[in-house]
């Protein structure tokens, strides 16, 4: 089981729920790196359920893995322990006390030295190779098999978007006897490839200013891996649109207490290398995607053509969703109709795991079309 530790000083110090049912972890990879984030385990497994997912939390940039646990109200152990579903989320590869390859703070070593990035690779591409290498089989050992979970579902935000799917297609082309864990689904939001005039522009007015407050300085910002901070009211905006949209008027003050560097890597690839892979990529995922836009997304422009656009290119997926939610900002999980995108979330990570299980089943029923239609309507 995961290894009990004491949460870092960094950690505790990005920490915003007083009142947090998920506990602290650290585990070792296979590569010999840290991980470290957050879980919950329901109380007790329903006793109907034939398949039960392990719903796998992956945040963006500037965030950490207490973005799904940022205040009492806006917190996924809710619905975990509502609907009986295991949750787990995880720091990426070099943020907090996550190893990495560009920094490692696991280690006494700024960088260690140990972990480099596969030769010919790109930013995305590594930590793709790490989340399904590496993160993705220990969280699986650690917290799948032990509390009977049956798949895995990804719940991936912002960044990790293109990270997870370029995971996911390397995923789909393994020989199943090599797989080290069963992908049922994954969900996707707060990407897509058109931003908003006003994100651009602030972003820019940001990073020239050479003024910085020390309240503005993230924790552990280093100007030799991180683009200069935004600024914590820009990061709230970010995160939680206009003022009204997120309901809760503290949530704002708690986003900017989390907020975490900014890699420079992230952004560069973000506009320059994402958007010529992008269509390889999405070709290779073989699994059911959900996948939505905040209608008040800050970074990218929440509309229908952009919602459309992005879902047209996984065309070997068996199922693709994807919509605006109406109300939302660009953390869908924070805004008015939070509660609703949980419930979603986790009934999607449901429904592709009972799905699977059912799919496996032996004796399973022939589809009408497929086998003899009942009397009463054949002779209708």
């Known amino acids: 089981m995961a290894k009990k530790t004491t949460p870092s000083e960094l950690h505790k110090a990005l920490t915003t729920n007083p009142s947090s049912h998920l506990e602290h972890f650290s585990i070792k990879l296979e590569n ?24 796998v939390g992956h945040h963006g940039a500037t965030c950490s893995s207490h973005t799904f646990d940022t205040s009492p109200e806006d917190t996924a152990s809710i619905y975990s322990q509502m609907l009986g579903v295991p949750f787990v989320a995880f720091n990426r590869p070099n943020y907090i006390d996550s190893s990495g390859w ?8 700024p960088a260690n030295p140990h972990f480099k990035a596969k030769e010919g690779n790109s930013f995305f591409d590594e930590e793709a190779r790490w989340v399904h290498e590496f993160i993705l089989p ?27 799917i370029i995971a996911i297609s390397s995923y789909s ?3 199943a006897h090599d797989r080290k864990f069963r992908w049922a689904g994954a969900i996707l939001y ?5 931003h908003t005039k006003h994100s651009s522009d602030a972003v820019v007015r940001d990073m020239s200013d050479p003024h ?6 993230p924790p552990g910002q280093d100007a030799r891996i991180h683009i200069p901070p935004m600024k914590p009211d820009t990061m709230a905006d970010l995160m939680c649109g206009p003022e009204g949209v997120v309901p809760d008027t ?12 900014f890699l420079a890597a992230e952004v560069t690839e973000m506009d320059a290398w994402w958007p010529q892979h992008a269509a390889k990529y999405k070709a290779g995922v073989e699994i059911p995607i959900l996948y939505a836009l905040g209608e008040y997304d800050w970074v990218w422009q929440g509309s229908k053509r952009n919602v459309d656009a992005f879902c047209k290119g996984f065309v070997n ?26 419930v979603r979330c986790f009934g999607f990570a449901i429904e592709v795991a009972e799905s699977m299980a059912f799919g496996e089943e032996e004796g399973r029923p022939d589809n009408f079309e497929q086998g003899e239609w009942p009397v009463e309507m054949a002779s209708a």
């Open 190 to 194: 707060g990407f897509t490839e058109v």
């Open 317 to 342: 997926a068996p199922r693709i969703e994807g919509a605006v939610v109406a109300g939302a900002p660009h953390a869908i999980h924070l805004g008015r109709t939070g509660r609703g995108w949980w």
């Open 32 to 55: 010999g790196a840290t991980l470290t984030g957050i879980s919950h385990v329901p109380a007790s497994e329903p006793s109907s359920s034939n398949g039960r997912p392990l719903l």
């Open 173 to 175: 082309t393994q020989a």
């Open 212 to 217: 910085r407050e020390p309240n503005e300085i």
């Open 102 to 109: 560009l920094v490692d703070r696991s280690s006494s070593e």
């Open 138 to 164: 220990a969280l699986w050992t650690e917290f799948g098999i032990p509390n009977g979970c049956t798949t895995l579902v990804t719940l991936s935000h912002s960044m990790a978007v293109p990270i997870i």
């Open 250 to 261: 503290k949530v704002r003050g708690l986003v900017k207490q989390a907020i975490q560097p």
